[in-house]
């Protein structure tokens, strides 16, 4: 009602608005009057958005970023970005008159000194590792149902990036505090920059002014953390939201859920309200876990000093992979040519995981360039639907999970009795032959699970109901699957291997030989979804009719 | 006193030593030496203990020995191929291993670990005089220096630089090479901390007087006490492990707890 009354005083804005509606509608009219905000309203409002509870993992990424900047910005007015040296004489008994630098003596006094400090550092910090948990899976949720095809390419490159922008937030943030595990951290990454060669000394050098740690770096990470890399993560969450918007959102197949529609609810009321009532819960959530869990206990680890490491220590969970990858590479992985120690240790790791992420990145093109699909999609592919996708993504986990895992060798070797070679030598061969053996059995999987659904579609469930016919004949009476489920069980694209062709000069290029024999790996064992006419043989064999008399 | 010395021949005495009290008193002194003497040396850092031990105590200590502990290492604590040489290791080395109920060994493995302790204060006592009886080596600390008593920043401090990157920070343990570990330091009592630091028992090195003084060794007493004694200000420490159960905690329980959250928020109604 009140809408309506709006959009109509819009439209002939002289005649004015004041008959009807009471304050709403003429501060809206007001407002209108001067933004022309109703065509924005009008066309955001009645967008629709589909209802599935993982098209709500993006959102959790995204309110654990609004969390973030709420907790950081308070963080901000109690923290010191100096190296400069203090003696702590703050409510921390074991630490009383230990020299440490400005930075650490106030992230000492937010935990220790300052009413609710404690508490937000927690929010902080549980929030990051939240924001980066929660892309992490709602990467994976676009992977596997193939939501990253045309149009949506670019967007997924977008997200990609905001990804590894959270992970330099976060590592940034982790460095601020410089206590004992921060400063370890800093050095694995002195090490590995230096690990680079020719330039490697240099850039250190100029990273962190000089020898590491030096004075410099803590203001510098600082200088990242709350303006470079923040300002950068806004702009792009605009444009990937953006994006969404103007591409619509994908859908699940379902019963009427076509390439044209979106079936889900408006915007304004029901979504805008699920969603915001859905960031109050999240803001709970972390809350919850922030009053109750320690994270990062600073005043255990102490100031940075070069000199001690302690056992246990760790990068945060998103960066773990990297250290993992460090723990794998055997030792003694280096050699000395022309007066310089070459540090293949290092550079395999750089090399190998760098390449991992740019392929996790442009993805979307190499997919579509080997099955040469130019459509459009915007109805989701079921994992099973996209057997080579889906077992290239398993491989890619299972990469990526053994990496992770080797971080955390040395708890694994504590905690469950093992030994520490044990456990790297085992966690060395997953990352090498996991990969394979994931690809293999996920892709076996999605086959099987896809003759399973063919065979539903053409003979639905068994009943358990023997019926003799008049004729004296047995059959089985099996229960039909319904129209709509039936729906999502055949409305999926079915791909063949490319045809190599000659081009117009008569030729197979080389890039065509590979391309085609890449299609051909990717789609030479396919189920094809259950056509009409097999339906209609199908219905014929099996008296699924009996069980409508 | 002068008056009363009248000559009165008959009379038996009651001054001086004769006076009826006198036996009480010299039992008084003499207790009152014993126990004195007791106390300093008990206090005096030394090798007090091994003094105090009678050789009745040396003699069931090696039995218990003989008993318990040859098998291993030898009936005359020579040891054998299955165990060190015990001469000279001192009190402090046994109270630690049998006090901690480290040995008797469960099993041969990479390192002995701890089980429920097989004797009683006074056997390990018995046992402690027997080894220390054999040759002159490092003695059971004295009370006052293995009490929380000393510097916790200065203690934490030492605790960082020596003893961190094998026990972690806040004392939670840590992996070594070959399924060998350096167990956490929790509900471990001060005399035992301050002999493992002694006589460094398994793989842990020796942190002697000439490189960590007594008062040193109460620091880092203290601040491992500290660490018991007062819960993390920041809730529940997820076993004060670092990073990796911090990580664990929020891909199980805060992503779980969310995930459950979107489902429901999701569900359509019936």
Not at chain 1, 229 to 255: D, G, N, R
Not at chain 1, 339 to 363: A, D, E, Q, R
Not at chain 2, 57 to 85: R, V
């Amino acid at each position: 009602m009140t809408t309506l009354t709006t959009r109509e005083s819009a439209d002939d804005q002289a005649v004015g608005a004041k008959k009807s509606g009471g304050f709403t509608a003429s501060a809206a009219n007001y407002i209108d009057e001067r933004t022309s905000i109703s065509g924005a309203v009008k066309e955001l409002g009645r967008k629709i958005f589909p209802d599935h509870w993982s098209f709500l993992l993006g959102e959790v990424a995204l309110y654990s970023f609004v969390i973030i900047l709420l907790s950081g910005s308070f963080l901000t007015f109690f923290y010191q970005a100096s190296m400069a040296e203090v003696v702590y004489d703050g409510s921390y008994a074991p630490l009383k008159g230990i020299p440490m630098s400005v930075a650490m003596s106030s992230t000492m006094d937010i935990s220790f000194d300052i009413r609710g400090g404690l508490l937000m550092r927690q929010v902080h910090h549980w929030a990051a590792l939240l924001f980066v948990a929660a892309i992490g899976l709602h990467m994976l949720r676009i992977y596997f149902t193939g939501a990253f095809r045309k149009p949506r390419e670019l967007n997924w490159v977008i997200g990609f990036i905001l990804f590894i922008l959270a992970m330099a937030e976060g590592f940034t943030g982790y460095s601020l505090p410089d206590d004992l595990l921060s400063g370890n951290g800093l050095r694995i990454i002195d090490g590995l920059i230096k690990g680079i060669p020719v330039v490697g000394t240099w850039v250190s050098f100029l990273l962190f002014g000089g020898e590491f740690p030096g004075t410099d770096i803590v203001g510098r990470l600082y200088s990242l953390h709350i303006l470079l890399l923040p300002a950068i993560i806004v702009a792009l969450i605009a444009m990937h939201l953006l994006f969404v918007v103007v591409h619509k959102h994908t859908q699940y197949p379902a019963a009427g859920h076509t390439n044209e529609n979106v079936v889900g609810y408006p915007v304004l009321p029901v979504y805008a309200a699920k969603a915001g009532g859905f960031f109050f819960i999240v803001f709970g959530v972390v809350m919850l876990i922030a009053s109750l869990f320690t994270i990062n206990p600073i005043w255990n680890y102490g100031p940075y000093d070069p000199s001690p490491v302690s056992a246990g220590t760790q990068p945060d969970w998103y960066i773990g992979f990297a250290d993992g990858a460090m723990r794998l590479i055997p030792s003694g992985w280096e050699f000395v040519w022309l007066n310089h120690t070459y540090s293949l240790n290092i550079m395999v790791v750089l090399i190998v995981v760098g390449l991992f992420i740019v392929t996790v990145m442009v993805y979307p093109f190499i997919e579509a360039w080997i099955t040469g699909d130019k459509r459009e999609h915007h109805v989701l592919d079921r994992p099973r639907n996209a057997p080579t996708r889906t077992a290239i993504g398993a491989a890619g986990v299972t990469f990526y999970a053994s990496l992770w895992a080797a971080a955390s060798s040395d708890i694994m070797a504590t905690h469950f009795h093992l030994t520490m070679e044990g456990v790297i030598h085992t966690l060395q061969v997953t990352t090498l032959l996991g990969p394979f053996l994931a690809f293999f059995i996920t892709k076996r999987v999605c086959l099987a699970l896809q003759k399973k659904d063919r065979e539903i579609v053409l003979h639905g469930y068994e009943s358990g109901r023997i019926v003799r016919l008049p004729g004296g004949e047995f059959v089985e009476v099996h229960q039909p699957v319904d129209e709509y489920e039936r729906w999502k069980l055949v409305s999926y694209s079915d791909f063949k291997p490319l045809m190599l062709r000659p081009n117009a000069q008569g030729k197979i290029g080389p890039v065509e030989k590979v391309r085609a024999g890449l299609s051909r790996w990717f789609f030479e064992d396919r189920i094809t979804p259950v056509t009409q006419t097999e339906l209609s043989r199908a219905h014929g064999d099996h008296p699924a009719e009996i069980t409508d008399k | 006193m002068t008056k009363i010395k009248t000559p009165r021949a008959r009379r038996p005495r009651k001054t001086g030593r004769r006076n009826p009290l006198a036996s009480v008193a010299l039992i008084a002194v003499g207790l009152l030496f014993t126990g004195g003497a007791y106390v300093a040396f008990s206090t005096s850092t030394a090798v007090a203990t091994t003094d105090a031990s009678s050789q009745q105590t040396i003699d069931q200590g090696e039995k218990l020995f003989a008993a318990n502990c040859a098998t291993c290492h030898g009936l005359s604590a020579q040891g054998s191929s299955e165990g060190p040489s015990l001469i000279g290791v001192g009190a402090a080395s046994v109270d630690f291993q049998v006090g901690t109920g480290r040995m008797p060994l469960q099993m041969q493995g990479p390192q002995a670990q701890k089980k429920p302790v097989q004797f009683t204060a006074e056997q390990t006592a018995a046992l402690a005089a027997y080894v220390a009886s054999l040759a002159p080596g490092p003695a059971i600390p004295s009370a006052d220096l293995v009490k929380a008593s000393g510097d916790a920043s200065a203690g934490a401090e030492l605790f960082r630089i020596n003893c961190a990157m094998c026990h972690n920070v806040a004392g939670a343990g840590g992996a070594l090479t070959e399924g060998k570990f350096a167990p956490a330091i929790e509900n471990v009592s001060g005399q035992h901390i301050y002999e493992a630091m002694l006589t460094g028992p398994q793989n842990m090195p020796v942190f002697n007087d000439m490189n960590m003084t007594p008062e040193d060794k109460r620091d880092i007493i203290t601040y491992l006490k500290y660490v018991e004694d007062n819960p993390s200000p920041g809730g529940l420490a997820l076993g004060s492990v670092g990073p990796v159960a911090e990580g664990l905690f929020i891909w199980i329980f805060g992503l779980g707890a969310i995930v459950a959250l979107t489902v429901w928020i999701t569900a359509k109604s019936n």
